[in-house]
């Protein structure tokens, strides 16, 4: 069974940077697309940043020019580097992946990770 787990949330004062780490357990073969999500409370869940497996990216308006998202294929790993952080950037962020695993192709999803900046 495949699982994503986020880490790397936190308090952090606006201004400040944080890095989320997304890593793949289980037995995957390989992630076609990957991409962060975040819900904020009261509030739809909302595409962040997208990365295939080629490098194509793509940001959400809001974060661009301070998130870089970016990914390690061989350890199945995708990173988010938060800079110049803001309070509306205050979130649970979640990892989502589409890949194929030996059970075919499928969508999974991270448990999250929250990420408060205080103002």
């Known amino acids: 069974q495949v699982q994503l787990v986020e880490s790397g949330g936190g308090l952090v004062q606006a201004g400040g940077s944080l890095r989320l780490s997304c890593a793949a357990s289980?037995?995957?073969?390989?992630?076609?697309?990957m991409a962060w999500y975040r819900q904020a409370p009261g509030k739809q869940r909302e595409l962040v940043a997208t990365i295939t497996r080629s490098g194509s990216i793509n940001y959400t308006v809001s974060v661009k020019g301070r998130f870089t998202v970016s990914r390690d294929n061989d350890k199945n790993t995708m990173y988010l580097q938060m800079n110049s952080l803001k309070p509306e950037d205050t979130a649970v962020y979640y990892c989502n992946a589409y890949g194929r695993s030996d059970s075919g192709y499928s969508f999974y999803w991270g448990q999250g990770t929250q990420v408060t900046v205080a103002s």
């Open positions: 289980g037995s995957i073969f390989s992630f076609n697309s």
